[in-house]
């Protein structure tokens, strides 16, 4: 075996976050010996099935990834500020925008958002958890793995190069003859199993288990949105399977599904990843507009205006997501006719957009809006996101296409509509729900600060690329001259990235003193809110509610505070549940070291891996464990505690 | 509302920018594909503005009116349903200004795709671009010469370039003179241009093709006919030829300056099929054009329609490199019809 192949070339800012990545680990585990926390993290995270637990691991991992991601795109910004920078190199910076791209969109936009789904869902439907508890763990395991094998790409190996979209041949062993792309097929091919898991789980949850009496017309809008989010991922998650297990059959045992010669097409590459790539976009954004018509209602305490078409536009945007794929390549040479079909699909998702748009700004007409963090984030969104879209259908024109393709203005484009689309969302969501699952609010104060560096800094960031792809800046360029002229908007454009990058810190800060210092909340629903989540005790316990409530309204909760609707009836008896176990976290464990094998084609190890998986697979399928009871005198006394006394 | 402040500012540089503006260089067009292009974005950035005073307007408006102040204090808002008549309004308005905009989408779309129409009746002059590594390869078949690295092509006269890479997928552009599109490895594809103001141009590979790529530029330089006539003359006069093996030194190395021959490696490495027919039913309609008499003289240079046989990249044996593709009707097809 040649251990050249897990050396990555020198420099300085590689060895740097080698030894930062060695120290913080030394750290973690050193502390965690001291502190005897062993047992407790064991015990208490690695184990659970709690879906608010495993929604909490998901956040954290997304925050940690938001912040890896954020180094990559500080240091393009940086990279690229002046004419001829000498900070990073072709190769480093080529590596930088690849893992910004799929860290960002992969292990940080949906992760956030399948762990708000993991908090959040079973609240709001009057669940006491998720169908498949278990599996839930998995999926979680699963994602985690898959974003870690990424990450150590960076410091052994080396990381993906082609951008995020490896399109072939420069992804083939050919051009890329480093495991860089290796990590590639394997990293999202772990955590996208474990997405795919988690689409059949909530689709299944959303269906089976809502409490009695909310139908689908009742449900919140964020549950819905949920729910179209995982059958688009069910739908799309297969197509990026097959991809890349072709892509790692072609770079690991020398098929040619992609190559150059031999009947292998690179453009099936290009097919097969926009299959999946341009629906992966609404599976981060259409959760976002759930989250926002949450927040809208309650800061305007008003219900969502034109309920329906809202729940039509989502439906329809989610068809149409699948029938745009090939806007990606307009300049592919694939003539009039196909071009203008994908152009007037791309352009029709500006039509359901549009109309939640207008419902959103008619639900805050004749409302009580009241401007707190998560609001103002919500209302952030609504300018910024409009710009996002418009310059969307402008994409959309292939023949307009044929000038921004490929250039900054995609770049500023996509990161209008991203960005508020779905990070603004997670951010107001996080600021939400934070109480609910913690039992105490973020500093209001801190949170507008972070709030304002972000939005402004966030303009100044990207509002230049529009120009820059005018001017004819194609992205991924790591250099550029000085007679081109971009050097001005591109130092405006770092100014503005170290502006986000002050706001994103003012968050965490706030995080971290709002721990420490805020009041705990002695109300379970601080923010006044409409849907069952706000009806459980804060902390939630691990059974959720004591009594499965009977829903009669779309705001069953608001109904219940407002026109006395009794939502909770029944006595409270024993509550089953499931018990932890470490199978999931061990099975992650494993598929972590297939993966990694596999990126350096030790056969083996791989297969010993592999064996260890079936094993595994096995031993889950013929575990016997039926849970627990809790019962009815320990619901009762908790839920007194929890209440104070009120049941 | 205090967040406003910063986008307004950068709307009003939009608009004020976009008469003159030069730097903008796709805005700057020096063709009539480009102008099709420019037009088109104009329009697009037009209509679209209209959208956002829109919704702007509405978004100030229901903010000042409706937030929490101390006059309201105790209010709570009524149940609202919606409204149909309000909702389809939303829906339609959009509707009416997509079926314009895909109205404009297909007709520019249309007009690039196809040589512009003060061209028509022309001939155009065909020049091969073709990618490898982080050049560009210029071949003219007709006046058998070619360049590495910048091309030359008379004013006023329609240019057609057809594209293929040796390698990774480029993306052909000359901002001020026409769209991008993509060279690849497997198929031809075509992008029609002409200029109509002499000088030098920028060209670029806009599509992402490994660590070279930030440098992968040409120069595109429009000339008088004499000045292309005394030009091609004297490469033909003065140049070398382009042998197989200098060829594949070219395609071997990574960066190259300009290089010029008076020949082309046309020859010895035919470009991959055209495809395009496939794609759409338009490109029928491009061969009754320009006709016949080119796929005559593709058919004369290029005889065999298998892939070269011949580039770098092709060189480790491979039993079925000289069998027929069974996996490529597409192929088989185009030769079938002529």
């Known amino acids: 075996m040649d251990l050249d192949k897990f050396k990555v070339h020198g420099e300085p800012l590689i060895y740097g976050a080698m030894i930062s990545i060695a120290l913080a680990t030394i750290g973690i585990l050193v502390g965690l010996t001291y502190f005897k926390k062993w047992g407790y993290l064991w015990r208490e995270w690695l184990t659970t099935v709690d879906h608010k637990k495993i929604g909490v691991m998901y956040i954290l991992a997304a925050l940690l990834m938001l912040f890896r991601g954020g180094v990559d795109a500080m240091m393009m910004r940086l990279q690229t500020a002046a004419p001829e920078m000498k900070f990073l190199d072709a190769q480093h910076y080529n590596e930088v925008f690849t893992t910004h791209g799929l860290i960002m969109i992969l292990f940080m936009a949906m992760p956030f958002i399948i762990g708000l789904m993991n908090v959040i869902i079973p609240l709001q439907i009057g669940a006491r958890d998720v169908a498949f508890p278990r599996l839930n763990a998995v999926s979680f395991w699963l994602f985690f793995m898959g974003a870690m094998l990424l990450n150590i790409s960076f410091v052994i190996g080396g990381s993906p190069d082609a951008g995020w979209s490896a399109y072939f041949p420069l992804a083939s062993l050919e051009f890329s003859p480093t495991v860089g792309n290796n990590y590639y097929s394997l990293a999202l091919q772990i955590s996208g199993i474990g997405t795919l898991i988690t689409g059949v789980n909530f689709i299944v949850t959303i269906l089976k288990m809502r409490a009695p009496g909310m139908t689908l017309m009742k449900m919140p809008m964020f549950t819905w949105s949920v729910l179209i989010t995982n059958i688009i991922i069910v739908f799309a998650f297969p197509v990026l399977t097959v991809a890349l297990a072709l892509m790692m059959f072609d770079r690991l045992f020398g098929s040619q599904f992609f190559t150059m010669a031999n009947g292998g097409m690179d453009m099936l590459w290009a097919n097969l990843f926009w299959v999946w790539g341009h629906p992966e976009v609404y599976i981060v954004i259409l959760p976002a507009f759930g989250i926002y018509s949450e927040i809208i209602a309650t800061f305007s305490k008003k219900n969502l205006y034109g309920y329906t078409s809202m729940v039509v536009s989502m439906l329809l945007i989610s068809l149409l997501s699948f029938l745009v794929w090939a806007h990606h390549f307009y300049t592919m040479g694939q003539g009039v006719m196909v071009n203008s079909f994908f152009s007037i699909t791309t352009m029709a998702i500006a039509v359901p957009t549009g109309v939640k748009i207008f419902n959103w700004l008619f639900t805050l007409r004749k409302g009580r809006i009241t401007f707190t963090t998560p609001m103002l984030y919500t209302l952030a969104f609504i300018p910024i996101f409009t710009i996002g879209g418009v310059t969307g259908v402008m994409l959309a024109m292939a023949s307009a296409d044929y000038q921004y393709h490929n250039t900054m203005f995609l770049v500023a484009h996509f990161h209008y509509v991203l960005i508020p689309g779905a990070v603004f969302a997670v951010i107001a969501g996080f600021h939400y729900w934070f109480p609910k699952v913690f039992g105490f609010r973020l500093n209001e104060r801190l949170g507008k600060h972070a709030f304002w560096w972000i939005i402004i800094s966030f303009n100044v960031t990207f509002f230049p690329l529009f120009f820059l792809g005018l001017m004819g800046m194609t992205r991924r360029m790591y250099t550029y001259s000085e007679e081109t002229g971009f050097g001005p908007l591109n130092m405006l454009s770092f100014a503005g990235a170290v502006g986000l990058a002050i706001g994103f810190v003012i968050l965490v800060y706030n995080i971290y003193w709002s721990t420490r210092y805020m009041p705990r909340d002695t109300t379970s629903d601080p923010w006044d809110g409409r849907t069952l989540e706000w009806a459980t005790p804060s902390p939630i316990p691990a059974y959720n509610f004591a009594i499965v409530p009977k829903v009669q309204t779309r705001d069953a909760f608001w109904s219940a505070k407002q026109d006395n609707i009794p939502l909770f009836e029944d006595k409270i008896t024993k509550i089953h549940l499931p018990n932890n176990t470490g199978k999931p976290f061990i099975l992650g464990v494993i598929f972590f070291f297939l993966g990694f094998f596999l990126v350096f084609s030790m056969w083996i190890p791989a297969i010993v891996a592999g064996i260890g998986i079936i094993i595994m697979l096995a031993a889950m399928s013929f575990d016997r464990d039926h849970g627990f009871y809790v019962s009815a005198e320990e619901v009762i006394a908790t839920e007194k505690k929890l209440r104070g006394e009120t049941v | ?338």
């Open chain 2, 1 to 338: 509302m205090k967040k406003k402040g910063p986008l307004y500012a950068l709307f009003l540089s939009l608009i004020l920018l976009l008469p003159g503006c030069s730097s903008l260089t796709v805005l700057n067009p020096k063709g009539p594909a480009a102008r099709t292009l420019s037009d088109t974005i104009i329009l697009s950035i037009l209509v679209m503005i209209g959208v956002l005073a829109v919704v702007y307007i509405l978004y100030i408006f229901v903010l000042v009116k409706y937030r929490a102040k101390k006059s309201n204090e105790g209010y709570i808002p009524e149940h609202e349903e919606g409204n149909k008549v309000l909702e389809a309004i939303w829906i339609i308005i959009p509707i009416i200004i997509v079926t314009f905009l895909s109205v404009v989408t297909v007709k520019s779309t249309h007009a690039v795709e196809n040589v512009a129409k003060e061209y028509k009746d022309q001939k155009p002059l065909v020049i091969y671009a073709s990618s490898s590594n982080w050049k560009w390869h210029f071949s003219y078949p007709e006046e058998g010469i070619e360049t590495v690295n910048y091309v030359n092509f008379p004013i006023h006269r329609a240019v057609e370039f057809r594209l293929y890479s040796f390698g990774t997928i480029t993306s052909f552009w000359i901002p001020q003179l026409a769209g991008q599109k993509y060279a690849m490895s497997d198929m031809l594809t075509k992008l029609n241009l002409s200029a109509d103001t002499a000088g030098s141009f920028i060209g670029k590979n806009s599509n992402f093709s490994g660590k070279g790529f930030a440098h992968m530029e040409f120069e595109a330089l429009v000339m008088s006919d004499k000045e292309y006539a005394e030009w091609v003359k004297e490469v033909k006069d003065t140049a070398p030829k382009l042998t197989e093996d200098e060829f594949k030194g070219l395609l071997a190395a990574e960066h190259l300056g300009r290089k010029t021959y008076s020949s082309t490696h046309l020859e010895f490495s035919p470009p991959p099929g055209d495809h395009s027919e496939h794609m759409s039913g338009d490109g029928t309609e491009m061969d009754i054009d320009n006709g016949n008499m080119d796929h005559q003289d593709n058919k004369d240079i290029h005889p065999s329609p298998e892939p070269s046989s011949q580039t770098e990249f092709d060189s480790e044996p491979n039993p079925e490199v000289n069998e027929p593709l069974p996996s490529s009707p597409v192929e088989e097809h185009t030769h079938e019809g002529h």
